[in-house]
């Protein structure tokens, strides 16, 4: 690997600048991306065809200059190759035509092997062939509760109140659920990583809105469970707003932890330990501010994560009104800076 | 005051036993308020008539017996008093025709007076007669930053990256705007006192998709200058999600501090001290369980909290979908335990 950065620094080992790459790096911030997507029907479209899923991950490689790629694919396609399809309505989110309502339904869902993807897989191969090892290619899945949380509600959602009215009401049928999901995704992972991702990240979007037990019960648990079974490449949990969680993600069996905006990096730190690398952690919106605030803020950030077992980042996903040359400017304060 | 068990509570002194009332406990879960509502043009008809405001705030102190009343308004009464009118689309939230953008949009603003609101003064008084003491009136408006959220977005958000960017482009005009909120809010709220508000509550409900260091300086200041200026009665801040900024609301000049349900309660109270009254925090969704699992967390909760300083809640408003036998076993539930 010509750039090894993002994975030594998820090793733990010394880096001579801090790492960075950027979720949603690959997207509508970017004019290359537009072109691209506005030649084809949907968004699905996109992450169906490998060539231009695979062309539009590197994209930011090239026009960003970040240190990592990350396979352009959504967290939905587990539900769809578990039996559940879903629709990207422009400017809505996702849609489910079917929901999981009851036993029947749950045990109509296949446990989903990587050969159901072979888009996903296919684009893995061939952005890691064309990547040539300029840098490492991240692959990723949802987690397994917030994939439960759209399976059952069927939509994005404020509250995602069905959902949790779920785990109340039904915590065995939750339960079932989430093992199948949870082994779907397991496999998934181990095929992203035979197909060529070099490290892998769990999203769990939709942490926060649960208390610091149900997390436990209904999401933690099997992140574990994810962890403990792919080995095979550091692996990263970003568990958005469960700030609540820190200590018990500490335990967990991986290798980096994601921290949103909210979470200070002292104090994350100190909840965590030395022994992860965390990642993170910059306010989408500070790219909205002047260059000179955008440094400032920046810097500031390096400094408190220290230069060793960080890999710089957002706290969330780029919003896609953020200009282009913000965003180089925030990869560039980076990559310039030294400790 | 026949029951003044919240008052009791928020002000530090024994209770017999855990006072209790709900966020938005006047609402689409009782029949009587639905048969209300359905006779009018919209929310804002039943906002700005002060009789049936007044019937609607005593609704629930009837039919599911909570320890307070709180009038039926909305937050953004204050944007429209200042200049900035808004309509509440059916399922889809608020929506400000007009926003704020620039200097000259501050400057045209009106600091808002008591009696810029006369529709809610006036239900404040019918509805302290109406209550006949049976139970304090808790009055309440938003925290500036809210409300410049709204002011700025123009609508409801996931994100309000509209408003977070005005922070970060235009902080001092965003510093000008808040001061304006601000003394309308201070004026508004002793113009409730004067009406007959026993309580008041200022809810800061964006207050999560702040970074530490904003919240201080555009939402945290402000609250404490509220806090500050208006004495008259107990004042409660609720700022949802704003986990980091427990340590920091133990410093209010206020009675209470509301909690939501990511909270734990025993690390609040340590991070909070034992001079605050805490208000909370039980997962509305919790309300879609059976009754044994309501009954079971709910007396989890009240022994977290134990017998004093705390006023038992939920974490956030009512889901609309609630049932209103599953709110009354809750709130039965609170009445009947003792410690």
């Not at 100190?270 to 920046?298: F, R």
């Not at 980076?334 to 400790?339: A, I, L, N, S, T």
């Amino acid at each position: 690997m010509i750039n090894d950065l993002v994975l030594r620094a998820a090793r733990g080992e010394k880096v001579e600048r801090t790492p960075i790459w950027l979720m949603r790096q690959a997207g509508r911030i970017l004019p290359e991306y537009r072109a691209v997507r506005s030649k084809l029907s949907g968004f699905k479209e996109l992450v169906e065809s490998p060539d231009l899923a695979c062309e539009v991950t590197i994209q930011p490689v090239d026009s960003l200059g970040v240190d990592a790629a990350i396979i352009f694919s959504d967290i939905l396609v587990i539900p769809e190759a578990m039996g559940l399809p879903y629709q990207m309505i422009e400017a809505k989110g996702p849609w489910f035509e079917k929901t999981i309502q009851s036993q029947k339904d749950i045990e109509q869902l296949r446990i989903a092997q990587a050969d159901d993807l072979p888009y996903v897989m296919n684009a893995l191969k061939l952005t890691k062939r064309e990547l040539n090892n300029r840098v490492p290619l991240i692959g990723f899945c949802g987690a397994p509760w917030t994939l439960l949380a759209y399976m059952i509600e069927g939509s994005g959602s404020k509250t995602f109140s069905k959902a949790k009215k779920f785990l109340y009401t039904q915590p065995q049928l939750a339960h079932q659920l989430l093992e199948k999901i949870t082994q779907s995704s397991i496999n998934y992972l181990k095929g992203q990583v035979i197909a060529g991702a070099d490290m892998l990240q769990v999203f769990d979007s939709w942490a926060g809105i649960l208390s610091p037990e149900q997390y436990t019960e209904f999401s933690l648990n099997y992140i574990s469970q994810i962890c403990n079974a792919v080995k095979e490449v550091p692996l990263t949990v970003f568990a958005k707003d469960a700030y609540f969680a820190r200590k018990a993600m500490s335990q967990l069996n991986c290798a980096t932890i994601g921290l949103d905006w909210t979470m200070d990096i002292a104090e994350s730190r100190e909840i965590i330990g030395n022994t992860k690398t965390l990642q993170g952690n910059m306010d989408p919106c500070l790219l909205y501010a002047d260059q000179d605030i955008i440094k400032k803020e920046t810097i500031k950030m390096l400094k408190a994560f220290g230069p060793n077992r960080h890999i710089a980042n957002l706290g969330h996903g780029i919003y896609p009104d953020t200009e282009k040359d913000k965003v180089k400017f925030f990869v560039d304060t980076v990559k310039e800076f030294r400790h």
